[in-house]
Nanobody, 126 residues
Framework: QVQLVESGGGLVQAGGSLRLSCAAS????????MGWFRQAPGKVREFVAA????????VYADSVKGRFTISRDNAKSTVYLQMNSLKPEDTAVYSC???????????????????WGQGTQVTVSS
C-alpha cells in the first residue's frame, strides 16, 4: 500500500511558477517510479511527467517539456514538480501517482499507475 498527498497548488499569473510536492508513505519510496498527471475540466486525465525510482531517468509530455521539471528526494519520500513559464492551458487538477508494478522502464499511461493522490488545483490566469 502507498499513500500519496499532494501540496503546493494555487492561483498564479501566466508566466509565473509553482512547485508541487507529493509526500508518500507506506511501501519503500525508492522502490517504485512516480508520475504527475493532470485533468482539466471536461477533459481526460493526461500524463505530465514521470521519474524512475532512483531519479536518474525522467520523461515529459511534449506540452511541458522545457518548462516543467520532475525530481524526487528518496530520503524524504517526496516527489516534486517544478512548473515554470505557466500558461492558462496548464490549469488543471494535478495528481501524483505511484507505479509499483513497473519493472524497468518509466511508464506514462494512466492505467499503469496503481496508487493516486487526491490532487491539487493549479489555476493559471491570463
Amino acid at each position: 500500500q502507498v499513500q500519496l498527498v499532494e501540496s503546493g497548488g494555487g492561483l498564479v499569473q501566466a508566466g509565473g511558477s509553482l512547485r508541487l510536492s507529493c509526500a508518500a508513505s507506506g511501501r519503500t519510496f525508492s522502490s517504485y517510479a512516480m508520475g504527475w498527471f493532470r485533468q482539466a475540466p471536461g477533459k481526460v486525465r493526461e500524463f505530465v511527467a514521470a521519474i524512475g525510482w532512483s531519479g536518474g531517468s525522467t520523461v515529459y509530455a511534449d506540452s511541458v517539456k522545457g518548462r516543467f521539471t520532475i525530481s524526487r528526494d528518496n530520503a524524504k519520500s517526496t516527489v516534486y514538480l517544478q512548473m515554470n513559464s505557466l500558461k492558462p492551458e496548464d490549469t488543471a487538477v494535478y495528481s501524483c501517482a505511484a507505479d509499483t508494478r513497473g519493472i524497468s522502464s518509466i511508464r506514462w499511461r494512466v492505467y499503469e499507475y496503481d496508487y493516486w493522490g487526491q490532487g491539487t488545483q493549479v489555476t493559471v490566469s491570463s
